[in-house]
Structure formats: structure tokens, C-alpha cells
């Protein structure tokens, strides 16, 4: 079946700090992957999507590799900021059909 | 071009009374899909709904369910409320099938009482 799983949480950095949030998956053919935010209070937002092997997505300083012989979606960031506190959920759409599977999140906290 | 809305932000609910939970998708937009967010459980997914078809469902019970109308508007319906029903219920819409991006309301947050 279809799976996703990522990183325990809360996550706690200071700010400028590296960030890498892991993100594995199992799937049956090749899905699209996809990072969303959550903000306190709010809905999830697209971060990055990467809709095959070796494909990168990056979006406002975050960056994840597609990376099928690892079945990997890891989130980075060179240098976080406090604006960046959030919830992180890795997720894949399937081959066929619109469901989309989320991993539990990780909560983000950058510090001043 | 508006996003998707929930309406309402909140309710507050008592055991055993039902809900209905209204979702407008993004004008264009044909899916709909359904998830329940609580602490514990994460993003569950509940259903999905394509040109007024239920195209795809979650595992959870019957007292859950949904429709779409012929403009893509869709309701989610759960009777019978328990407590553990409490949570962020989130709804997101799509332009078709396949592999698209999910675009997300802010959710409706149901308590039960």
C-alpha cells in the first residue's frame, strides 16, 4: 500500500540554523511527492512538489530531492527563520486516482 | 481567485446531535476531498468526491459522510457526534483527477461536548 512517514517532532532550532526534516514513503509505482505547511490557526499550504525521480522542488529557501532508490523526500533549508515555526507534512499522491497520503507532520520552533 | 472555503470556522456540538460541514472548492475546481486532522491521528483522509461521485473513501464509519453538488460545493454530514470526533475537519479541492495539487481551506473545527 501507499505510506508515509516522517520525522518525530517538535523540532527546535535557532534561527540561520540548518534544517532537515526526513521523509520516506512507500508506494506502488511512482507518485508525485509533495511538502505542505501548516501556520497556527490555518490550513495546509503547498511548500515544493516533485513529480518524479531525481526531481527537485524548492520554494522560498527550502529544497527536497525526489529519490526513488532511497524512497526519500527529505526537507532542507540552509537558514531558517522564526517566520518559518510551523507544521511540516510530507505527502504522496498516487499513480491513479486524487488521494493523497500524509505523513503525522513535524512541528517546527525557530528561536531568535 | 478565491481559495476554498469552510464554513464554519467552528462549532461547538453535544454527543449524539449531528453536524453538516460545507466546503466551496476553488471556481474550476472538480474534486473535493475530506480530512480529519486531530493530535494524535494526524491527516486522516475521509473521502473524495469528483463531479458529484464519491471517487474514493477512508476507513472510517458510517456515520461520516458526504456529497457534492452539481456546482462542486460539497457538504460533509456526521451523525450520531462522540467526543472523539473533535477535530479539525479540512477540506481541499483540485482542477481534475490524477496526480494534481491539493489546494486547502482553513478547516472547520468541530467540538463535541
Known amino acids: 500500500g501507499n505510506s508515509v512517514t516522517q520525522m518525530e517532532g517538535p523540532v527546535t532550532l535557532s534561527e540561520e540554523a540548518f534544517l532537515t526534516i526526513n521523509c520516506t514513503y512507500t508506494?506502488?509505482?511512482?507518485?508525485?511527492l509533495f511538502w505542505y505547511v501548516q501556520y497556527p490557526g490555518e490550513g495546509l499550504q503547498l511548500l515544493l512538489k516533485?513529480?518524479?525521480?531525481?526531481d527537485k522542488g524548492s520554494n522560498k529557501g527550502f529544497e527536497a530531492t525526489y529519490r526513488k532508490e532511497t524512497t526519500s523526500f527529505h526537507l532542507e533549508k540552509g537558514s531558517v527563520q522564526v517566520s518559518d515555526s510551523a507544521v511540516y507534512f510530507c505527502a504522496l499522491s498516487a499513480l491513479t486516482g486524487n488521494q493523497f497520503y500524509f505523513g503525522t507532520g513535524t512541528s517546527l520552533t525557530v528561536i531568535p | 481567485k478565491a481559495g476554498v472555503t469552510q464554513t464554519p470556522r467552528y462549532l461547538i456540538k453535544t454527543r449524539g446531535q449531528q453536524v453538516t460541514l460545507s466546503c466551496s472548492p476553488i471556481?474550476?475546481?472538480?474534486?473535493v476531498s475530506w480530512y480529519q486532522q486531530t493530535p494524535g491521528q494526524g491527516l486522516q483522509f475521509l473521502f473524495e468526491y469528483f463531479s458529484e461521485t464519491q471517487r474514493n473513501k477512508g476507513n472510517f464509519p458510517g456515520r461520516f459522510s458526504g456529497r457534492q453538488f452539481s456546482n462542486s460545493r460539497s457538504e460533509m454530514n456526521v451523525s450520531t457526534l462522540e467526543l472523539g470526533d473533535s477535530a479539525l475537519y479540512l477540506c481541499?479541492?483540485?482542477?481534475?483527477?490524477?496526480?494534481?495539487?491539493?489546494?486547502f481551506g482553513a478547516g472547520t473545527r468541530l467540538s463535541v461536548l
Open positions: 471556481s474550476g475546481h472538480r474534486s
Open positions: 516533485a513529480t518524479k525521480a531525481d
Open positions: 508506494a506502488t509505482g511512482y507518485p508525485s
Open positions: 481541499a479541492s483540485s482542477p481534475a483527477g490524477g496526480q494534481n495539487i491539493q489546494y
